[in-house]
């Protein structure tokens, strides 16, 4: 069973950087043909498709967070790590990491795994 775990601060300060790691266990994150993806979901809003990196090590971002947006992995931990930076308060969300056969899409069904959510809130 693949299990995924967020990790990171609840609490940002504006124009910083956030950070939060997603660990996978059960299964290694260099397996063809997945996907490692990392959503969010801002309190009474749909979910949103941030980026994505494959079993290869390419990345793939949402065009409109792309110019802050940094999806990275370490092998050796079995871990994938996302940065936003330049936060504003509307990057308040819970942020979720997730597996997947392909990326891009917003539809919970579309992943099989998920995290369990961590609630990062921008404030000051």
């Known amino acids: 069973q693949v299990q995924l775990q967020e990790s990171g601060p609840g609490l940002v300060k504006p124009s910083q950087t956030l950070s939060l790691t997603c660990s996978v266990s059960?299964?290694?994150?260099?397996?063809?043909?997945?996907?490692w993806n990392w959503l969010r979901q801002p309190q009474g809003k749909g979910l949103e498709w941030m980026g994505a990196i494959d079993y290869i090590g390419n990345t793939y971002y949402s065009p409109s967070l792309k110019s802050r947006t940094s999806i990275f992995r370490d092998t050796s931990k079995n871990q994938f790590t996302l940065q936003l930076s330049s936060v504003t308060p509307e990057d308040t969300a819970v942020y979720y990491c997730?597996?997947?056969?392909?990326?891009?899409?917003?539809?919970?069904?579309?992943?099989?795994?998920w995290g369990q959510g961590s609630q990062v809130t921008v404030s000051s």
């Open positions: 997730a597996r997947g056969d392909f990326f891009g899409s917003s539809s919970r069904y579309d992943y099989d795994y």
């Open positions: 059960g299964g290694s994150i260099t397996t063809n043909y997945h996907y």
